[in-house]
C-alpha cells in the first residue's frame, strides 16, 4: 500500500461526548502536533470536539537546508504563484477517504477541514470538491492557486461545497504567504457565495498566531458546540 493510498494520522479525542471533528492539516516542513497545540489552546477536547492530524505524505528538499521535508506536494515557497497541479489533486483522493471515515463516524456536517499556508491550500480544494458537506473550512496564510476554478472539475465548487462557510486567517507581516493572497481568496469566495470571516493578525508566518476569539466562535458556529473562551480574548470578527 503506497502512502498516497492511505493517510498517517493522529487523534486527540474529546473529553466529552462527541459533538464534531476538526480535520488539521499543517504546512510544509512541519508534523501534526504543530497543529496540536492548536487544539489544546483552544480547549476543543472540552467542547466535544475530536481532532484528527494527518501527516504530509510528500517529501521535498527544503529551501532553508536542503534536506527532506514533510509537505503535500513539493512547492517552492519563493514561487508560490507556481502549483504542481497534479501533485495537489493527487492528495484529494487519500485526504477524501480519511474524511469518509471520520463522516461515518460523525456525520460529514460535523466535520471542519482545517489548514495552515500550503496545508490551507489542501484543506480549501479539497472542501470544495469533496463529495458530501462539510461543516466548514478554516484557513490561516492560504495562497491563492493561480487559477483555482479551473482546479475544480465544474469550474466552482461541487453541489455539496457550495456556500460551505469558510474562515480566513492572515498575519500582516506574513512573508512567506502575503496577506493580499489571502484577501484575494477571501474576495473570490465571496463573489461565489460563501459566508467568509476575515481576520488580519498583526504576526507573521505562523500556524494560527494570535487567534483567540474568532476561531472558536466560527467554530462554536458551525459545529454547534461550545468552545471555551480563550483568555484575553477580544471580540470575533464580523463575517463579510
Do not use: K
Amino acid at each position: 500500500m503506497s502512502t498516497m493510498d492511505r493517510l498517517q494520522y493522529e487523534t486527540a479525542d474529546p473529553t466529552r461526548p462527541h459533538r464534531g471533528t476538526v480535520v488539521w492539516l499543517h504546512g510544509i516542513g512541519q508534523a501534526p502536533g504543530d497543529l496540536m497545540a492548536v487544539t489544546q489552546r483552544f480547549r476543543l477536547a472540552e467542547a466535544g470536539v475530536r481532532g484528527v492530524f494527518p501527516r504530509a505524505p510528500v517529501e521535498a528538499p527544503s529551501l532553508l537546508s536542503g534536506l527532506a521535508v514533510p509537505c503535500w506536494f513539493p512547492q517552492n515557497l519563493l514561487a508560490i504563484d507556481r502549483i504542481d497541479v497534479e501533485g495537489l489533486l493527487a492528495v484529494h483522493r487519500p485526504l477524501s477517504a480519511l474524511l469518509d471515515a471520520e463522516a461515518d463516524r460523525i456525520g460529514a456536517g460535523r466535520i471542519v477541514l482545517a489548514g495552515f499556508s500550503q496545508g490551507a491550500t489542501v484543506a480549501l480544494t479539497t472542501a470544495l470538491t469533496y463529495a458530501r458537506r462539510l461543516a466548514g473550512v478554516a484557513l490561516y496564510a492560504p495562497f491563492m492557486p493561480p487559477d483555482l476554478p479551473a482546479l475544480l472539475p465544474a469550474g466552482g465548487p461541487s453541489p455539496a461545497g457550495s456556500g460551505l462557510p469558510v474562515w480566513i486567517g492572515h498575519g500582516a507581516r506574513d512573508w512567506v504567504v502575503p496577506e493580499r493572497s489571502g484577501a484575494v481568496l477571501r474576495d473570490l469566495l465571496t463573489d461565489w457565495g460563501h459566508p467568509v470571516t476575515w481576520q488580519r493578525y498583526p504576526g507573521g508566518h505562523e500556524p494560527f498566531a494570535g487567534v483567540r476569539a474568532s476561531l472558536p466562535a466560527y467554530l462554536s458556529d458551525v459545529l454547534n458546540v461550545h468552545v471555551p473562551r480563550v483568555p484575553g480574548a477580544g471580540p470575533a470578527a464580523r463575517a463579510r
